[in-house]
């Protein structure tokens, strides 16, 4: 190893992570990983709460409170889990948590539209008590 090499190389060392083009910032700690496991439990168990008290009373407005806490759920995992901001990576992050959320609105759009036309269009439900 050449002197202009060696000397490169431990130049180098003290960095750390920096070499990589990697921010430390952006790396989960450990309370990082605790508060998004707290919030995607709470996300979850307020959604089921929902639907087992029957507590907003109309299946609709439930199925869209349901919606809701499944896209902030979303971006909670993608916030606290995937290190996704408008600092990392040159704001490439951001621009990848504006398309996860595109693409997620027409998911749940699509969706939506299929069980409803599904729901409209099923043959009607026969009783089978009253038949001889």
Do not use: C
Not at 82 to 95: A, K, T, V, Y
């Amino acid at each position: 190893m050449s002197a202009e090499t060696h000397a490169h190389h431990h130049a180098g060392q003290g960095h750390g992570h920096d070499d990589h083009g990697h921010d430390d910032h952006a790396h989960g700690s450990f309370k990082g990983y605790v508060i998004g496991f707290v919030l995607s439990v709470i996300l979850t168990a307020i959604p089921f709460w929902l639907v087992m008290s029957g507590a907003l009373g109309s299946d609709q407005l439930t199925g869209f409170a349901i919606m809701g806490f499944a896209v902030v759920q979303i971006v909670v995992h993608m916030i606290y889990f995937l290190h996704m901001n408008g600092r990392s990576e040159g704001g490439w992050s951001l621009l990848a948590l504006v398309f996860t959320i595109i693409l997620v609105v027409i998911a749940l759009a699509g969706s939506l539209w299929v069980m409803y036309h599904l729901n409209t269009n099923m043959m009607p439900v026969h009783d089978m008590k009253k038949m001889p």
